[in-house]
């Protein structure tokens, strides 16, 4: 049967077609066909070949195309809601502004398919190769792309709110300005990808590769990194208040201006190379053992244990007194103090070692889960021993601008030079 045979059947309408289809289990050969605004509703195109086919603004409701040939065809427009599109081949097909919510694209190939615009709230694109796909500006919302290979496509601007994208290959793809808030990217492969100015607020990246990924200006507020993979990456100016980067590893991560609030960082991995310049820090989740890396802290290298009991506290001193003479770079004592009070041990608070300027020098004492004030008494009393009473003084002073609530703050200024200044510092602990 000729091509002309089979548009003839197919004006006689659906029920029609689909009759014949039954009876007839063979192929039909639509290449180039127009249908253009056609209603072809629940139409059945299983295996069919519409390879360069025009179905521009076409009603393919519930249509079925599965394993259909629709090879540059152009569906630009049409309506596809909750089509069966699965094994179909759709390489460099326009689909563009079509509206395929909740469309069945499972195992579909999407090589170089223009998608922009295009709804595909609730479709199923799992599984298959989906790379170089055009899905600018789509609407995914809630689609599922899980393990779908989308390397190298361009997602810019597209609507990703809550998709399953768990396992995907990510990398080298365009998601700048995108919205990928609370999606699923979870051991996802995002090396290499552009996410700058993206929304990912409460997404889910635990275990996720983005190494080498440009994130700046992402807001990644509540988002799930723990045990992500952020070397290289470039965080600058992102917001990653109420993050959790536990056990993240952000080796040589540029993390420049970016948001600190309620951040919990514990056991993640830096080094030198990560930086901190201009970061804002606020309450910033740690365990007991650890001090926060802020961009002022200097750790000193060589490192000296002493302990001092008594039967009220015991002190650990863990990092040694550096030189301390007036009009120099210094580093003082860290110190973990845990105190006992009636019998139960209270939280630990830890004096982390700052960089002092010309005319002062900082110690900072972070504390868990609340100021302790028993142990910063003890604290103080240290410090006096250390740099001689004379020299200390205590008094209260307003949040620095550049820090969130909560954030207690007493300072120590010295009487004489060199002055010494403490900083108290209530860090919540990561959930």
């Given at each position: 049967m000729?091509n ?14 689909n009759?014949?289809r039954r009876k ?16 072809l509703?629940e139409?059945n195109f ?8 025009n ?6 409701t ?14 630009s ?13 759709l ?6 502004a ?6 069945d694209?499972?195992?579909a ?11 595909l709230?609730?479709?199923d694109?799992s599984?298959?190769?989906r ?8 609407d995914l ?7 779908a ?10 609507d ?12 080298n ?5 995108a919205?990928?808030?609370?999606v699923?990217?979870?051991?996802t492969d995002?090396?290499?990808t552009n ?8 997404a889910?990246l635990?275990g996720?590769?983005?190494s080498g990924t440009?994130?700046h200006?992402?807001d990644?507020?509540e988002a799930?990194?723990?045990?992500a993979?952020?070397n290289?990456?470039n965080?600058?100016g992102?917001n990653?208040t109420?993050?959790n980067?536990?056990?993240?590893q952000?080796l040589g ?5 970016a ?9 993640w991995?830096?080094?030198s190379e ?23 802290i ?5 490192v000296?244990?002493q302990?001092v009991s008594t039967?009220?506290?015991s002190?650990?001193?863990?990092d040694?007194l550096?030189d ?11 110190t973990l ?5 009636d019998g139960?041990?209270?939280d630990?608070?830890q004096a982390t070692?700052l960089?002092?300027?010309?005319d ?7 504390f868990t889960?609340g ?10 009393q ?16 307003p949040?620095?601008t ?8 007493a300072?120590?200024?010295g ?9 108290l510092r209530?860090?919540?602990?990561c959930?």
């Amino acid at each position: 049967m000729i091509n002309e045979e089979y548009l003839a059947l197919l004006k006689q309408g659906v029920e029609a077609w689909n009759e014949w289809r039954r009876k007839n289990p063979i192929i039909p050969d639509l290449t180039r066909a127009s249908l253009h605004q056609a209603n072809l509703s629940e139409a059945n195109f299983r295996w069919a070949d519409l390879t360069q086919a025009n179905l521009n603004q076409a009603n393919l409701t519930q249509a079925t195309f599965r394993w259909a040939d629709l090879t540059q065809a152009d569906l630009s427009d049409a309506n596809l809601t909750q089509a069966n599109l699965s094994a179909a081949n759709l390489s460099q097909t326009n689909l563009s502004a079509a509206n395929l919510a909740e469309a069945d694209l499972r195992d579909a190939n999407l090589t170089l398919a223009n998608l922009s615009r295009a709804d595909l709230s609730r479709a199923d694109l799992s599984g298959q190769d989906r790379s170089g796909v055009i899905l600018v500006g789509a609407d995914l919302k809630d689609a599922n792309l899980s393990g779908a290979k989308l390397n190298g496509a361009d997602l810019t601007r597209a609507d990703l709110s809550r998709v399953n994208l768990s396992e995907a290959d990510l990398s080298n793809t365009d998601l700048s300005r995108a919205n990928l808030s609370r999606v699923d990217l979870s051991r996802t492969d995002l090396r290499g990808t552009n996410l700058s100015g993206t929304d990912l607020r409460r997404a889910n990246l635990t275990g996720a590769d983005l190494s080498g990924t440009d994130l700046h200006g992402t807001d990644l507020r509540e988002a799930n990194l723990i045990r992500a993979n952020l070397n290289g990456a470039n965080l600058t100016g992102a917001n990653l208040t109420g993050a959790n980067l536990f056990k993240a590893q952000a080796l040589g991560t540029n993390f420049t201006q970016a948001v600190f609030e309620e951040t919990c960082v514990e056991d993640w991995s830096i080094d030198s190379e990560t930086n901190f310049s201009g970061a804002i820090f606020g309450a910033v989740g740690l365990d007991n053992r650890q001090s926060v890396p802020l961009p002022i802290i200097q750790r000193s290298p060589n490192v000296s244990t002493q302990e001092v009991s008594t039967q009220e506290n015991s002190l650990q001193q863990v990092d040694s007194l550096q030189d301390n003479q007036f009009g120099q770079q210094v580093s003082l004592t860290s110190t973990l103090y845990s105190v006992q009070a009636d019998g139960v041990q209270a939280d630990s608070v830890q004096a982390t070692d700052l960089t002092a300027d010309l005319d002062s020098s900082t110690v900072e004492l972070i504390f868990t889960d609340g100021i302790d004030w028993q142990a910063f008494l003890l604290a103080f009393q240290d410090l006096q021993v250390q740099y001689g009473e004379q020299n200390l003084s205590i008094q209260r002073s307003p949040t620095p601008t550049n820090l969130s609530a909560p954030f207690t703050s007493a300072f120590l200024q010295g009487r004489t030079k060199p002055s010494l200044r403490v900083r108290l510092r209530n860090y919540t602990r990561c959930s």
